[in-house]
């Protein structure tokens, strides 16, 4: 699994800026990172200067940085399908060639596309692909309904799983045919308690506040702290952002950095032990790679945010020997639940109904294949 960042905050305040500059950054450092954006207004694509879309898009001219805008409508299109295919048609999986009209008040539970969105960005988390997530999240009051979603989807999963109950139960009399949908729906289930855990671990998952130092916003930042943390979800620390630099020339620099400082010391009170990054107003647009570059500096710089940056996969391949060693981070898994396949040089292993792909560089023959899980890692150890 990747780790996973979050930058959220009020509306204008620099969380794309930020999300964009600190994957600069954390690429920078030789890890492959994600950037998702949720805003439909494309902002973040904007901000890089290029173009980006439904899938990841590499960032040209960056190395290990890709970006992708999520779009809720096409992420609803992809996966709805396969929603009704498995519920809203139920006794057809039971083996009753017969329809069966499912009401939108039984599929549809307030949010749920919002919750299809959080799948989307879990997706990415959940794969090996990628060490970093940075999540641009959306301004606050709806970002903290986005992560409240785990508890949303688990009872929209009771739901579901009650209602398949009664029809199992109602159409066993006609049909011994075994329902794996109520199996899909277990494991979906078990998922969302593991991502729930994951977000609650701030080993994995980092939530960073992006806020202008003004009136309201150091209130504002106490209370969404709360908010989070009573979804379980623990804030590392938060940004400052458009700072006006003392500038005596200036009077309005002047007042201006006057008016802030009052509310900067507030902020350094209420962020006191947590990370703390301080970033100036800059006098030129911040737009493209080169100015995103002196913002990442700013952030990154000494004494403000410190990330630390994992690999998710690390392989080996020992030609000599005809060995190859990968070892894949699943943090806060039960080993019974991973379970691994091999096919050619391919070596497929799935977590609660997500499988990620590792190549091997020859074929692998499964008899000579070893797996133990360790220190949150799953090694795999194969031979020609
Ligand atoms: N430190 C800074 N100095 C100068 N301009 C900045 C700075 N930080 C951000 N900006 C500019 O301010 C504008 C808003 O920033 P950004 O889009 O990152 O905010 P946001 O919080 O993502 O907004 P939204 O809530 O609309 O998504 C952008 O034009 C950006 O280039
Ligand atoms: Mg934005």
Same mark, same amino acid.
């Given at each position: 699994?990747?780790?996973?960042?979050?930058?959220g905050?009020?509306?204008?305040?620099?969380? %794309?800026?930020?999300?964009?500059?600190?994957?600069?950054?954390?690429?920078?450092?030789?890890?492959?990172?994600?950037?998702?954006?949720?805003?439909? #207004?494309?902002?973040?694509?904007?901000?890089?200067?290029?173009?980006?879309?439904?899938? &990841?898009?590499? =960032?040209?001219?960056?190395a290990? @940085?890709?970006?992708?805008?999520?779009d809720?409508?096409?992420?609803?299109?992809? @996966?709805?399908?396969?929603?009704?295919?498995?519920?809203?048609?139920?006794?057809?999986?039971?083996?009753?060639?017969?329809?069966?009209?499912?009401?939108g008040?039984?599929?549809?539970?307030?949010?749920?596309?919002?919750?299809?969105?959080?799948?989307?960005?879990?997706?990415?988390?959940?794969?090996?692909? *990628?060490?970093?997530?940075?999540?641009?999240?959306a301004?606050?009051?709806?970002?903290?309904?986005?992560?409240?979603?785990?508890?949303?989807?688990?009872?929209?999963?009771?739901?579901?799983?009650?209602?398949?109950?009664?029809?199992?139960?109602?159409?066993?009399?006609?049909?011994?045919?075994?329902?794996?949908?109520? $199996?899909v729906?277990?494991?979906?289930?078990?998922?969302?308690?593991?991502?729930?855990?994951?977000?609650?671990?701030?080993?994995? %998952?980092?939530?960073?506040?992006v806020?202008?130092?003004?009136?309201? #916003?150091?209130?504002?930042?106490?209370?969404?702290?709360?908010?989070?943390g009573?979804?379980?979800? &623990?804030?590392?620390?938060?940004?400052?952002?458009?700072?006006?630099?003392?500038?005596?020339?200036?009077?309005?620099?002047?007042?201006?950095?006057?008016?802030?400082?009052? *509310?900067?010391?507030?902020?350094?009170?209420?962020?006191?032990?947590?990370?703390?990054?301080?970033?100036?107003?800059?006098?030129? $647009?911040?737009?493209?790679?080169?100015?995103?570059?002196?913002?990442?500096?700013?952030?990154?710089?000494?004494?403000?945010?410190?990330? $630390?940056?994992?690999?998710?996969?690390?392989?080996e391949?020992?030609?000599?020997?005809? @060995?190859?060693h990968?070892r894949?981070? *699943?943090?806060?898994?039960?080993?019974?639940?991973?379970?691994?396949?091999?096919?050619?040089?391919?070596?497929? =292993?799935?977590? *609660?109904?997500?499988?990620?792909?590792?190549?091997?560089?020859?074929?692998?023959?499964?008899?000579?294949?070893?797996?133990?899980? $360790?220190?949150d890692?799953?090694?795999?150890?194969?031979?020609?």
């Open positions: 699994m990747s780790k996973l960042i979050l930058f905050g009020k509306g204008g305040v620099g969380k %794309t800026t930020t999300s964009a500059a600190v994957a600069m950054w954390t690429a920078s450092q030789g890890f492959n990172t994600l950037v998702v954006s949720s805003d439909p #207004a494309h902002s973040l694509g904007d901000s890089f200067g290029r173009q980006l879309g439904h899938a &990841p898009t590499l =960032i040209e001219g960056v290990n @940085l890709w970006a992708v805008e999520m809720p409508r096409q992420t609803m299109a992809e @996966l709805a399908p396969k929603l009704t295919e498995a519920l809203a048609n139920p006794l057809k999986t039971l083996g009753v060639e017969e329809e069966l009209e499912m009401s008040d039984d599929m549809m539970v307030p949010g749920l596309d919002e919750a299809l969105a959080f799948d989307f960005l879990l997706r990415y988390v959940e794969s090996q692909e *990628y060490d970093i997530i940075i999540f641009d999240t301004p606050t009051g709806h970002t903290l309904r986005f992560l409240s979603l785990p508890g949303l989807t688990d009872r929209w999963i009771s739901r579901m799983m009650r209602f398949r109950d009664q029809l199992t139960r109602l159409k066993s009399l006609f049909s011994k045919k075994k329902d794996s949908t109520m $199996e729906l277990e494991q979906f289930k078990r998922r969302v308690e593991h991502i729930r855990r994951f977000l609650a671990n701030e080993q994995f %998952t980092s939530f960073y506040i806020l202008i130092p003004e009136l309201l #916003a150091v209130e504002e930042s106490r209370r969404a702290r709360a908010i989070l009573s979804y379980g979800i &623990p804030v590392k620390g938060a940004v400052v952002n458009n700072i006006v630099p003392e500038n005596d020339a200036c009077s309005l620099c002047r007042s201006r950095h006057e008016i802030q400082s009052r *509310y900067l010391a507030a902020i350094r009170e209420n962020f006191a032990g947590l990370q703390l990054a301080e970033v100036p107003l800059f006098d030129r $647009e911040i737009q493209g790679i080169a100015a995103l570059r002196l913002v990442a500096d700013k952030i990154m710089g000494e004494g403000q945010l410190a990330i $630390e940056c994992r690999k998710s996969m690390e392989k391949y020992d030609s000599a020997g005809g @060995l190859f990968v894949l981070f *699943y943090p806060e898994t039960q080993k019974a639940d991973l379970q691994l396949k091999i096919k050619g040089k391919v070596l497929s =292993i799935t977590l *609660y109904g997500v499988t990620s792909l590792v190549e091997a560089p020859f074929p692998v023959d499964p008899k000579k294949v070893k797996a133990h899980f $360790e220190d890692h799953l090694h795999v150890t194969a031979r020609q």
